[in-house]
């Protein structure tokens, strides 16, 4: 598999911790989606279909225009692509904000495209993610889901509250991280 990530503090601090390594997919690298412009519009599309309800009254545009603010590297907001073959398969972001929450920094976006899901490719996803708030000095990060609660479980994310959004019920989690966190779950 050729992980990749752009940074080189990202590069020093990947260390497969891991031994129960399956791969799959062997050409999976991790990018800085900034890398990705022209794929922003397909990701819309993906994110308005997967969070519609979530969404509520927000257009495609709208959330278009939100993940455009992703577009940068070394700061918060900021986000990852997981990418085969130069097409963009996935993503993650990091956020300052969450809705009405009062926790910070998050971890949102996480998508992987429905064909190459239960293939590692979300669990790489949110360990380059962690790598990524750690190494910008973030030591712990929260997310809300509204149904992979096992999902994140199993990648070492504990419960913090479940509350009542208009679209449902979601949990919302966090971890606590490392400063010299590294990118595990290579597998597929
Ligand atoms: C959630 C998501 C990112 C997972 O991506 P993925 O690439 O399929 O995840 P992985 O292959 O890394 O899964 C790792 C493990 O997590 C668990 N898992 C993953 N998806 C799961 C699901 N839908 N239900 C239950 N467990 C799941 C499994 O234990 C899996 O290991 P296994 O396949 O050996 O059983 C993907 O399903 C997705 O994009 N869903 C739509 C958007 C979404 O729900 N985003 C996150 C919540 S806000």
């Known amino acids: 598999m050729a992980l990749r990530l752009s940074r080189l503090r990202a590069l020093r601090a990947w260390v497969p911790v891991s031994m ?11 990018q800085p989606l900034i890398e990705h412009a022209n794929a ?3 990701i819309a599309a993906w994110f308005y279909e997967e969070w519609r309800e979530i969404y509520g009254e927000e257009t495609r545009a709208s959330v278009q225009q939100r993940i455009e603010t992703w577009l940068t590297r070394n700061q918060i907001p900021t ?3 997981a990418v085969v073959e130069g097409q963009v398969i996935g993503t993650v972001a990091l956020k300052e ?8 920094p998050w971890l949102a976006g ?3 495209i429905p064909p190459l899901r239960r293939k590692g490719v979300g669990a790489l996803l949110v360990s380059a993610a962690e790598c990524e ?12 889901t509204p149904n992979s609660l096992a999902f994140y479980e199993s990648l070492g994310w504990l419960l913090v509250e479940r509350c009542q959004l208009p679209s449902g019920s979601v949990a919302v989690m966090s971890k606590r991280l490392q400063p010299n966190h590294a990118i595990h779950s290579i597998r597929a």
Not at 23 to 28: A, I, Q, R, S
Not at 97 to 104: I, K, R, T, V
Request: glycine content about 2%.
């Open 20 to 30: 129960n390594v399956r791969l799959l997919m062997t050409n999976v690298t991790i």
């Open 40 to 42: 922003i519009p397909n």
């Open 79 to 81: 986000a990852l692509a």
């Open 97 to 104: 904000s969450e809705l009405q929450f009062p926790y910070s």
């Open 110 to 112: 996480l998508f992987v």
């Open 133 to 144: 708030a750690a190494s910008l000095g973030i030591k712990r990060l929260y997310l809300y």
